[in-house]
């Protein structure tokens, strides 16, 4: 039985519908339409943890996110954004 593999997704809608729209663009609307940001679009790193590895010459779908500095009392002093690279299921495939 497969399990279920559910990132850590906690992005916002705003950046669901900018890889939404980049799976749209590859690979048409019924991709589109099953796109799960916690479940079938994922880092390299998280893919390989789960048993997968990613198709050769595949190229990354790109997206963001906000990373926030805390200093020690936990009062953010500084936020900046961060690109990340993601996978989407058909590019990927199971280890052995």
């Given at each position: 039985?497969?399990?279920?593999?559910?990132s850590?997704?906690?992005?916002?809608?705003?950046?669901a519908?900018q890889?939404?729209?980049?799976?749209?663009?590859?690979?048409?609307?019924?991709?589109?339409?099953n796109?799960?940001?916690?479940?079938?679009?994922?880092t390299?790193?998280?893919?390989?943890?789960?048993?997968y590895?990613?198709?050769?010459?595949?190229?990354?779908?790109?997206?963001?996110?906000i990373?926030?500095?805390?200093d020690?009392t936990?009062?953010?002093?500084r936020?900046?954004?961060?690109?990340?690279s993601?996978?989407?299921?058909?590019?990927?495939?199971?280890i052995?």
């Open positions: 039985m497969e399990r279920t593999i559910v850590s997704w906690r992005g916002s809608a705003t950046t519908e890889v939404r729209e980049q799976i749209l663009e590859r690979w048409g609307q019924e991709e589109a339409s796109y799960d940001p916690r479940s079938n679009c994922l390299f790193s998280q893919w390989r943890e789960n048993g590895k990613v198709k050769y010459g595949e190229k990354a779908i790109k997206s963001f996110t990373i926030e500095q805390r020690k936990g009062d953010v002093v936020r900046y954004v961060k690109t990340i993601l996978f989407y299921v058909r590019q990927v495939e199971k052995g």
